[in-house]
């Protein structure tokens, strides 16, 4: 099985602080994707990336999958109240869809 | 639009019971899954439905019941639960059930509690 492991556990930070989240897996990553979450809702699909060194940007959200593609990072700039919650990597094993073991971000007024 | 929509949103319910929840897709997708979650875990895989047909099956006990009437719809019946099964039950849905990208779009949940 796919095994991605995420880094911090949790994080709080103050509003305009720059963070950053790591989710490396165990084995070579063919797509991996983000996604954030509100306690005890659904799923906000963030972005997905595919190739090795592939960089993207939503807002103020990067995220960088590296040249070996077994490490993906989430890069917030200038953090605010809104972006709190649980971020979570993902990645398929074949048909299987594997979430990472999440980051929970606070971010402080 | 990447809209899935479940009902309930909340659902209190007894060992005895019988409910279900339900899950709608109209984005044409054909593969449609059900995820639990615990609190503080992330989302564990359940069943998968690809064109109508369940395709994995995650050792899922027999009190949980997967349905597809249709490409739109996921229902998952539940029956003589226990209180350990107290979820949040997300469904989601993709467009294919291979290939890449495969997004997974995921509704807002129900939350469940067994008593």
């Known amino acids: 099985s796919q095994e991605l492991e995420q880094s911090p556990q949790s994080l709080i930070v103050q509003e305009g602080k720059n963070l950053t989240i790591n989710c490396t897996s165990s084995?070579?990553?063919?797509?991996l994707y983000w996604y954030k979450q509100k306690y005890g809702e659904g799923l906000i699909f963030l972005m997905m990336l595919q190739k090795g060194g592939e960089e993207k940007s939503h807002e103020k959200i990067t995220a960088k999958l590296d040249e070996k593609k077994q490490q993906s990072s989430l890069h917030i700039t200038a953090s605010q109240p809104s972006h709190a919650g649980i971020y979570l990597c993902?990645?398929?094993?074949?048909?299987?869809?594997?979430f990472g073991t999440g980051t929970s971000l606070t971010v402080i007024p | 639009d990447t809209e899935v929509t479940q009902t309930p949103k909340h659902l209190v319910m007894g060992m005895t019971n019988k409910k279900s929840l339900k899950c709608e897709q109209h984005?044409?997708?054909?593969?449609m899954y059900w995820y639990k979650q615990k609190a503080k875990k992330p989302p564990e895989l359940m069943f998968v439905y690809s064109y109508e047909k369940l395709s994995i099956n995650e050792s899922v006990p027999s009190r949980f019941s997967p349905e597809c009437p249709n490409s739109s719809l996921l229902n998952l019946h539940l029956h003589a639960l226990q209180p350990e099964d107290s979820a949040l039950y997300l469904c989601?849905?993709?467009?294919?059930?291979?290939?890449?990208?495969?997004?997974?779009?995921f509704g807002p949940g129900t939350r469940l509690t067994v008593l």
């Open positions: 984005m044409g997708h054909r593969a």
């Open positions: 989601a849905s993709s467009q294919e059930l291979a290939g890449s990208p495969n997004t997974q779009y």
């Open positions: 993902g990645a398929y094993t074949g048909n299987q869809f594997y």
């Open positions: 084995k070579t990553l063919y797509g």
